[in-house]
């Protein structure tokens, strides 16, 4: 039961990486792809209806890992106190500029607007794969199951970790890189010429960092945790994740689609949790980890939350499917036609 | 400790009191516009839809600020709070997911289709986007109060062998009749901030003869809703609710009463000043048995005061509390006086002439705003020192690793962003009523 729950919180993170992944990826590159006022407004119409139903995956898989994990939700999120706070403020300050952005026309409310969008969108992407490398490389849990990290101490892997250190930076990079090139493949999409041109190429160049990335922190990662070797060797099934994840992106690169960056994604993430299963929370050495079984809520709360999680489930999939028809194609004019227009 | 914990409970207390500042416009406002749509669609008439539209603006403004401000409540169960959301979590996560999977998600799909799809989809499907967002936003409220009603009158659980607190039957969980009644009297008072602001803006506009026909409409649509609204919040929500709070939490309401001594017959405090170290109520005005009758429906009632229960166990804010429950039913007397002679006025075709009226009506905008968070405050004290009632102390649930300098780093950092967003949020609104229904496109 438990490890059905593990599943699904990844299942709906992946949801969430992939989803919000497009829309803070198309705002970190808002200033490289959108070359005046009119094109960022475009850029912005592609994830407007969007962006809202996105984050709420964000919020669901909050909600799921709370109740389904009670103490790992209560050891992190005190723990993470500070980094969590300031992704706060960035989603806050980001959503604002998103929704009141258009609410005027005016020379000095757009820019400033579109600078704060831009400026969050590519901070958050850097927490949260931040985040994800404090996971990888594990905290200091004491007997209560409790830590506390400071933003950073000396930026090394020690004994007194900070939430900031070279390997965690890296994988910030890592996240930024590749969620800057997911956003670009979506506005390669949803777009026209010339933006879509332009996104094209930016994806490109970004997909030699995204791989360089990847290597580096793949090799880092078993270096620093080489136990995440252990589940791939007992378990060789597993080698899936990494080939969708090496698979995404060879097809992202060489294909430009978007459907294979959101495979690098799930793969990636895919990787990550199947190689530190059954840990949730991975200790620093010499501490006590918070695995699925000593996290997890009460079995009959898991077992009553199936009852309507996955009808819940259902209808979330259902919503954005309809969502996702309904603002269909692209936002903005063909070149022709908007040339034409003003004639 | 005693300042990390005290700076904890400012924290939880100054980001939701803030948060509920905008869905208890957005809820009652939701289902406002849902009517104007539903006119819209049965009369052919565009004035309604253009009026649904203006308020669909205000809406949208208002919801994107209920949304940012939410997140941090969620999280900081686990960040401020951590310690009780080990114990908890199981619990009240149930409700908080399912808030995530059945109430954003549809809130969210509708709201894009009602905010950007005006030209994409037909009248129908718009309308019925309007009633996605209404449904949806109930539906979030009701997963919050079942939350907080646990909180308050814990049911469906039993203590482990470790003190865990483990769910026991989730249909108890969300059955407790604690739920029902909070539920009924929180959304009534969201309807009564919403017919009351588009009241105002109504009476705005007929004072000012600037888009006088919209005037006129908001408040033949309002001033009905404010009167049924104001009305449903004393009977029989507010009855009921505090009938609960006597029967389940009868510190709560002697504290709330500054009543002190226990007896018979008891009066209503209408006004004084509670001293607690004192112990009694200075400068009373009193109308006798009216408690005894309010709090268990018979003239001589008994009704337990403060000095029969142990001090430790005495809300830790008493004169808060106190002002905060007569605020709260000071201002639903006045509403109940402004809307129902509104609503004669209006009946006998006197309101839109009557500067009497309007006057009153404009300027009623802020005072449901004070109320519902006065009445926020009197649950939420009234708990006190409980923070889940009678199973687990404020001072055992928060997050003892995060020390009281972090915790007034981020205390700061969210005044001022939120100082920020209130000066925007104030000249968006201004801007849009400024701009007015025939403006909107």
Not at chain 1, 202 to 207: D, I, P, Q, T, V
Not at chain 2, 416 to 424: F, K, P
Request: charged fraction near 15%.
């Amino acid at each position: 039961m438990e490890t059905l729950w593990f599943c699904l919180v990844a299942l709906t993170i992946a949801a969430y990486v992939i989803l919000d992944g497009f829309d803070l990826g198309a705002g970190a590159v808002h200033f490289l792809l959108g070359k005046n006022s009119e094109e960022r407004e475009t850029l912005l119409e592609t994830i407007g209806p969007f962006w809202d139903g996105n984050e709420v995956w964000l919020l669901a898989g909050g909600g799921t890992l709370y109740f389904a994990f009670p103490t790992l939700y209560a050891s992190a999120f005190e723990g993470f106190y500070l980094p969590l706070m300031m992704v706060l403020w960035l989603l806050i300050l980001r959503g604002i500029a998103i929704e009141f952005r258009h609410q005027m026309h005016d020379v000095l409310w757009t820019p400033a607007w579109d600078a704060v969008f831009c400026g969050a969108s590519a901070a958050l992407p850097v927490f949260f794969g931040a985040a994800l490398g404090n996971v990888v490389r594990g905290v200091p849990l004491d007997s209560n199951r409790e830590f506390f990290l400071p933003l950073w101490t000396n930026f090394r892997v020690s004994a007194e970790p900070g939430v900031l250190d070279w390997y965690t930076i890296l994988v910030g990079l890592l996240a930024l890189a590749a969620l800057a090139m997911h956003g670009a493949l979506w506005i390669r999409l949803k777009t026209y010429e010339p933006i879509a041109g332009r996104a094209a190429s930016l994806a490109s160049r970004l997909w030699v960092c995204v791989a360089a990335l990847t290597a580096i922190v793949t090799v880092a990662s078993f270096q620093i945790r080489p136990a995440l070797l252990r589940n791939f060797v007992e378990h060789p099934w597993g080698f899936v994740f990494p080939a969708l994840a090496l698979g995404g992106l060879a097809l992202a690169g060489t294909r430009k689609s978007f459907l294979a960056s959101c495979g690098y994604l799930a793969g990636m993430l895919c990787s990550v949790v199947f190689s530190v299963y059954p840990e949730v929370l991975p200790a620093s050495p010499g501490h006590e980890p918070l695995t699925v079984h000593n996290a997890a809520a009460p079995d009959y709360g898991l077992r009553a939350g199936l009852v309507w999680w996955i009808p819940g489930l259902i209808l979330a999939i259902g919503y954005a499917t309809f969502l996702y028809r309904r603002f269909s194609g692209k936002a903005g004019k063909p070149a022709a036609t908007s040339n034409s227009l003003r004639g | 400790m005693e300042t990390a914990l005290s700076l904890h409970r400012l924290h939880f207390a100054f980001t939701i009191t803030y948060h509920y500042l905008f869905p208890q416009l957005t809820m009652g406002l939701a289902l406002l516009i849902f009517l104007l749509k539903t006119m819209f669609l049965r009369t052919g008439n565009p004035a309604y839809d253009r009026a649904a539209q203006f308020w669909v603006r205000l809406f949208g403004i208002n919801f994107a600020m209920g949304v940012v401000t939410g997140i941090p409540m969620e999280f900081q169960f686990g960040t401020n709070w951590s310690r009780f959301s080990k114990a908890a979590g199981g619990v009240i996560g149930q409700t908080l997911a399912m808030e995530g999977m059945y109430s954003f998600f549809l809130e969210s799909t509708f709201l894009g289709i009602l905010l950007y799809g005006r030209e994409r989809v037909s009248a129908r499907i718009h309308w019925l986007a309007s009633l996605g967002v209404f449904l949806g936003s109930w539906l979030s409220g009701f997963f919050i109060i079942a939350t907080d009603a646990w909180m308050q009158h814990p049911v469906g659980h039993r203590i482990g062998p470790n003190g865990e607190i483990i769910l026991e039957s989730l249909s108890a969980f969300l059955l407790n009749p604690w739920t029902y009644a909070q539920y009924a009297h929180t959304m009534t008072g969201s309807v009564v901030t919403a017919s009351a602001f588009v009241c105002s803006i109504g009476a705005f506009y007929l004072l000012r003869d600037r888009h006088a026909e919209y005037g006129r409409l908001f408040l033949r649509l309002g001033v009905p809703i404010f009167a049924l609204s104001s009305v449903m919040m004393i009977f029989p929500t507010g009855d009921i609710q505090g009938k609960m709070v006597a029967q389940n939490q009868p510190v709560a309401l002697a504290a709330m009463e500054g009543h002190f001594e226990t007896g018979s017959g008891v009066p209503l405090n209408v006004l004084g000043q509670p001293d607690v170290e004192k112990r009694r109520l200075d400068n009373p005005l009193r109308i006798p048995n009216v408690l005894s009758l309010i709090s268990y429906g018979r003239w001589n009632a008994e009704v337990k005061g403060l000095n029969d229960v142990p001090r430790e166990l005495w809300p830790d804010n008493i004169p808060l509390l106190y002002y905060s429950f007569h605020i709260m039913v000071g201002l639903g007397t006045l509403f109940v006086a402004l809307s129902l002679s509104s609503f004669v006025a209006l009946r006998m075709g006197r309101l839109f002439n009557s500067k009497a009226l309007l006057w009153p009506l404009l300027l009623a905008l802020p005072f449901p705003y004070i109320a519902n968070t006065a009445g926020w405050m009197v649950a939420e004290l009234g708990r006190q020192p409980w923070l889940i009632y009678g199973v687990m102390k404020t001072s055992e649930g928060f997050s003892s690793r995060v020390s009281a300098g972090n915790a007034m780093f981020t205390l700061l950092g969210f005044m001022g962003l939120y100082t920020v967003l209130t000066m925007l949020f104030l000249f968006l609104m201004q801007r849009e009523i400024a701009l007015g229904p025939e403006e909107t496109h």
